[in-house]
């Protein structure tokens, strides 16, 4: 079990480019989250799967973001056309629907910084 | 709407003194609650979790919470504090099933003084 792994751990970009996020859950975790947290605030609900499906969205998750988990392992979340508004750090968590009681396990997370 | 409190920003105590965080939470039904610990730029960890029976939960550090349905409460205790815990502490809570997306609390930030 090597945990919840997250690429990159830094990014920094510029306003209205793409960036791109890869999180790798605990194999055989069936659920993957995604979170976003700002300074000095909990983390957020962004959206989870079951497997390859998306099965929540938050209406935090505008049109510009987009995550796909195609196999129903690693996951990407996408935004488009960054703002600045868009700084903060994303993490993923994983879990199982076989296993303990759905604990979620979350990932060091990934530092976006929109210039 | 589930949502959490925590009352306190910041909390200081000295090494070796005891320690309680406070958290309440508001839920529609059994709620699952968590104590998760994130030290700075880094993931969060979780400490403890309740799901049911026992209201008084064990964790890992030598931290315990006891779950109170009357006061909608989910304190998170610890008889010693050592310098090394001093981190953010979030309390969350998540459903069953398919209401499991976990809503956080924003967090105490505890400072141990030597």
């Known amino acids: 079990d090597t945990g919840v792994s997250q690429d990159p751990r830094h990014k920094i970009t510029k306003r209205g480019q793409n960036v791109t996020f890869r999180c790798d859950p605990i194999?055989?975790?069936?659920?993957l989250y995604w979170y976003r947290q700002t300074l000095g605030q909990g983390p957020e609900f962004l959206t989870y799967f079951q497997n390859e499906a998306q099965l929540e969205k938050s209406r935090l998750l505008s049109d510009r973001f987009s995550a796909e988990r195609p196999k129903g392992s690693f996951s990407t979340l996408e935004i488009q056309r960054t703002e600045q508004g868009d700084s903060a750090m994303y993490l993923c968590?994983?879990?199982?629907?076989?296993?303990?009681?759905?604990?979620?396990?979350f990932g060091p997370g990934t530092r976006l910084t929109v210039l | 709407a589930q949502s959490v409190t925590q009352p306190d920003i910041h909390i200081t105590v000295s090494e070796g003194a005891s320690l309680e965080l406070r958290c309440n939470y508001s839920?529609?039904?059994?709620?699952?609650l968590f104590w998760y610990v994130q030290s700075p730029g880094q993931g969060l960890q979780l400490l403890l979790k309740y799901f049911s029976g026992d209201t008084l939960v064990q964790g890992i550090k030598g931290f315990e919470a006891e779950f109170k349905r009357s006061q909608s409460s989910f304190n998170l205790r610890k008889p010693s504090v050592h310098w090394s815990d001093a981190a953010e502490y979030f309390c969350?809570?998540?459903?069953?099933?398919?209401?499991?997306?976990?809503?956080f609390g924003t967090g105490t930030r505890l400072q141990v003084t030597l």
């Open positions: 969350a809570v998540g459903g069953t099933g398919t209401a499991s997306k976990l809503t």
């Open positions: 194999s055989e975790h069936n659920r």
């Open positions: 839920y529609g039904a059994t709620p699952y």
């Open positions: 968590a994983s879990s199982s629907t076989f296993a303990g009681r759905g604990e979620q396990f």
